[in-house]
């Protein structure tokens, strides 16, 4: 709460204004309301009187003087001036963390793949077919020590399925496992976790930093959704793959995808991994993500989840199956950073990392700004195989993209808990990357603070 205790009025002083990166809004399920503002790190919830006069401070009416003064201390109500003056020094603050951040470095060794997945963004894709060489590894390494020397960074083996169960992708992966450790990288690794159960012994003699695993649901869920080409079911196989990494110590990271088909067996796969006593494993972790369409329409557009809507069936979900909270919380934009650390996150300029914390790169020997993006036509912004090219004004133009360089950011309230978004995304919808991919922070903010129960504290 603000102040809890109003006796004098005051006229508003006209020299102060309602700071532009206020977001505020109903908390679903109360009659309260938040308040977060990322500049200035304030967060507070508003009871129905305070609200009342937060009204009465906006429409130029009268408050009292204690809590008008508790707006200006939290920088809910600012000098213009002084908080422009703010805003340069957290940008400045943002972009030299953001240059010692460390690097995600996506190399994709095949984009071919044993499963035929619904909603596979990869399907349309045209790549040479001819497998990478060990020269063409080789290079892969000699360019990334030497144009990212100095900075903490680690590989992420994409794909396409990196772990085919084939003599010769062994033998690719193996290469890859090696040579990241004799460049002190650790590796994550994304697969549909078919025949993970294979290359337990070649991944254990890498420093593994996790594994990426999809289940979709349990049993028919699951296996109408990700199956072999030409058919056949995979739930069980990826079951025992993830068994075998948690009993080896590898770090499993499983991430469901959903949308309105399949959000049903929520609660059973959180139920099964429970059973599994997957939960209670420290190397075992849960993500969630929304299918949606990145490069090409789908079929059935219609079974997609907005990205609000997504999270609202989850929060629903959650109060009727309260075990969904030991498989899987989501962040609901800031809320859950907030409940675990009592404070905000730093301002977020910048929410897409291609070509400043991301880069890709593939067999081809070309590079790319992310995963988004890579193996793309016409994404490509040089190459590292056979020999070193760079399309510097793509790779500019990438490098650039944050709300200051997006216009359509300028005056929204919620650029600093967004971050503009998506560069692949905006410019799938645009042509460009300085344009924003929206996100419903005010909304998400209404769930988690209900969620975290963060306005009973």
């Not at 095949?110 to 060990?134: H, I, L, M, R, V």
């Amino acid at each position: 709460m603000l102040c809890q205790d109003f006796k004098n009025n005051s006229r508003l002083s006209r020299l102060m204004n309602f700071s532009k990166h206020n977001i505020y809004s109903l908390i679903d399920g109360s009659d309260n309301h938040y308040i977060v503002n990322l500049l200035s790190g304030s967060a507070d919830i508003l009871d129905p009187e305070e609200f009342r006069m937060l009204g009465d401070y906006m429409a130029g009416r009268e408050v009292p003087a204690e809590f008008l003064t508790e707006l200006e201390l939290k920088g809910y109500v600012v000098d213009e001036t002084k908080e422009v003056k703010l805003y340069k020094q957290k940008y400045l603050d943002f972009i030299d963390s953001r240059d010692d951040d460390e690097i995600q470095l996506f190399f994709v060794p095949n984009y071919s793949c044993n499963f035929a997945c619904t909603y596979c963004y990869q399907d349309e894709y045209s790549n040479k077919s001819k497998p990478g060489s060990q020269e063409m590894v080789d290079a892969f390494f000699r360019y990334i020590n030497l144009e990212f020397a100095g900075r903490r960074k680690y590989l992420t083996i994409f794909g396409g399925e990196p772990l085919m169960n084939s003599p010769a992708q062994k033998e690719m992966i193996s290469n890859l496992v090696n040579q990241a450790t004799d460049s002190g990288l650790e590796i994550c690794i994304v697969t549909n976790g078919y025949s993970v159960v294979d290359y337990i012994d070649i991944l254990k003699a890498g420093r593994i930093r996790e594994i990426q695993i999809t289940l979709d649901g349990i049993g028919s869920i699951h296996d109408s959704r990700r199956f072999l080409k030409g058919g056949g079911a995979t739930f069980d196989k990826i079951v025992e793959g993830i068994d075998a990494c948690l009993r080896n110590e590898l770090p499993v990271n499983l991430r469901m995808v959903i949308d309105k088909e399949n959000i049903g067996g929520l609660p059973a796969l959180a139920d099964f991994a429970i059973a599994r006593g997957w939960t209670a494993s420290p190397y075992f972790k849960t993500q969630v993500g929304r299918n949606y369409e990145l490069h090409h329409c789908q079929a059935t557009a219609g079974k997609l989840f907005d990205r609000f809507s997504m999270y609202e069936q989850i929060y629903k979900l959650t109060e009727e199956h309260p075990q969904i909270a030991e498989f899987y919380q989501p962040s609901y934009s800031i809320t859950k950073y907030l409940a675990e650390n009592g404070t905000l996150p730093d301002p977020l300029f910048d929410s897409c990392p291609a070509c400043k914390t991301e880069w890709a790169f593939d067999y081809t020997g070309q590079i790319y700004s992310c995963t988004a993006t890579v193996g793309k036509e016409g994404e490509s912004l040089g190459t590292f195989y056979p020999a070193v090219t760079r399309k510097d004004e793509m790779i500019k133009a990438w490098e650039e993209r944050d709300v200051i360089s997006i216009e359509a950011c300028s005056n929204c309230s919620m650029q600093l808990a967004c971050g503009g978004g998506c560069g692949a995304i905006s410019k799938n919808n645009t042509g460009t990357v300085h344009s924003p991919d929206c996100r419903p922070v005010k909304e998400l903010l209404g769930l988690g603070f209900s969620a975290f129960k963060l306005d009973q504290s």
